[in-house]
């Protein structure tokens, strides 16, 4: 091979390599050859660019090599890049050399392959445009989110991911042998979040969290990344506004760092950088009362489904904070109203029918009323001393929150279901790849 500069394809897409003769290495997306020339289109991390590779222009081997290269190969490429209006991107590397670094026979990719097949190989499916743009866009807004903290003076923390207890109740919880004892898999970090608050005052973390839910929807995975945070000083309403500012953040920031990636993944970038805070607030009562007004089937204490939140959520037209539901259908840990009926709680719903995205609420600080619902809901109280503890020394009013990453990814890439918003995607039926 010639020497010239290694360089990303997206230098040569952004007009800084035009004129020159420069290498790139990638892999083969698109191959086509007619009489003398290959037409190869090379991805790589950056974007995809056309190489022009002519008999006449490189040696015999290399021609060979280019000529029989084919989806998938990496391959290396070493030409003058020339503006063409024709080829995708606007740019053509006129190839002067070509290497094929490895070669990839009859990969398994197809263009109609099926949901199963693709999920089989969803180690190579990585690869396709799809699947790295929601890569990209999971990045930027994991990214967004940590700086939104970090302005904000939270600290980043990590809490462990096996527990003795389960904080979300104990059906949905993968047990495993621990030596001689019982572990489970964390359904969320926020017991030890709150733990944390007493030195470091605002903390978050992003970690995996399990659900053994049998749920076949497009909304639910038994391992997903859970981001939570947990303030102290701070009450529901003050929770609320840490959520809607994050969330905005977060859309803004993707609808600025990814539009082409948006574009192509068929989000109008304009739809996130409208969002903007203070979202809609309905509590849990108005919410049922204009469910029942709409004519379901839904009782006060019933728990919203898909259909319930589609409902509310076309009622505005944007994220929505249902707020107070009923004390009894929720965990122990949440502080009450007054009258004891609801919960100082809220669930932030996605629009466009993404559903419930967040889940968080003021925390109660009654050592004798959290022990009380522990018991209630069948707990070991044991378990829990711990946890009782920091009710004991110090304590203050805190709140946080939880928020489902996939489903978020989801919601700014406009996908149908959340295993696309995750690498390897973890359900009732699906341990591999
Ligand atoms: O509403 P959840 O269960 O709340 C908690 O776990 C609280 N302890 C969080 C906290 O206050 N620190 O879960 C929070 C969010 C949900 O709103 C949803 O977005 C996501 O986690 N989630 C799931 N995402 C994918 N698959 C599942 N099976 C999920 N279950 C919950
Ligand atoms: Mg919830």
């Given amino acids: ?101 490895g070669e990839s026979p009859d990969i398994p990719l197809y263009e109609e392959m099926g949901i199963e097949h693709e999920l089989d190989h969803r180690h190579l499916w990585l690869r396709s445009r799809k699947l790295t743009n929601v890569m990209k866009i999971r990045h930027t807004a994991v990214r967004a989110m940590a700086d939104w903290f970090e302005e904000n003076d939270f600290w980043q923390v990590w809490p462990s991911v096996l527990t003795k207890g389960a904080a979300e109740g104990g059906a949905d919880v993968f047990e495993l042998e621990y030596f001689e004892d019982t572990a489970y898999l964390t359904q969320s970090s926020q017991m030890y979040l709150e733990a944390m608050i007493f030195s470091l005052e605002r903390v978050w973390c992003l970690a995996p969290s399990f659900r053994a839910e049998k749920s076949r929807t497009p909304r639910h995975l038994t391992e997903y990344w859970h981001l939570e945070a947990e303030q102290a000083w701070c009450d529901h309403e003050e929770n609320l506004k840490i959520q809607e500012n994050l969330v905005q953040h977060a859309c803004n920031t993707v609808a600025e760092k990814c539009p082409e990636e948006l574009d192509e993944l068929g989000r109008d970038p304009s739809t996130l950088s409208k969002v903007q805070a203070p979202f809609e607030r309905i509590t849990y009562d108005d919410a049922i009362d204009h469910l029942q007004d709409e004519g379901y089937e839904i009782t006060w204490g019933d728990d919203f489904g898909a259909p319930h939140e589609r409902a509310l959520s076309d009622l505005h037209d944007g994220f929505v904070f249902i707020t107070h539901f009923p004390a009894k259908m929720k965990p122990f840990y949440m502080a009450l109203t007054e009258d004891e009926r609801h919960a100082k709680c809220a669930d932030l719903i996605a629009p466009e029918e993404y559903g419930e995205l967040i889940g968080g609420s003021e925390r109660s600080t009654d050592e004798a009323s959290v022990r009380q619902r522990l018991a209630e809901s069948g707990e070991d109280v044991e378990d829990y001393e711990w946890f009782l503890d920091l009710r004991r020394y110090g304590s203050v009013p805190h709140s946080g929150f939880g928020l489902g990453l996939e489903r978020f990814v989801s919601y700014l890439c406009s996908l149908e279901h959340v295993r696309d918003a995750v690498p390897f995607m973890r359900t009732p039926a699906r341990l591999y790849p």
């Fill in 1 to 101: 091979m010639p020497k010239a500069r290694l360089v990303k394809i997206g230098e040569i897409l952004d007009g800084d390599a035009t004129g020159e003769e420069i290498t790139i290495q990638g892999w083969v997306h698109r191959h086509r050859s007619t009489g003398g020339i290959v037409f190869c289109v090379v991805r790589d991390a950056t974007g995809i660019v056309q190489c022009t590779v002519k008999k006449d222009n490189v040696d015999e081997d290399a021609f060979t090599q280019a000529e029989g290269s084919s989806f998938e190969a990496s391959v290396r490429v070493t030409g003058t890049v020339a503006e063409d209006e024709r080829a995708p991107g606007g740019f053509e590397v006129k190839a002067v050399a070509f290497e094929e670094v």
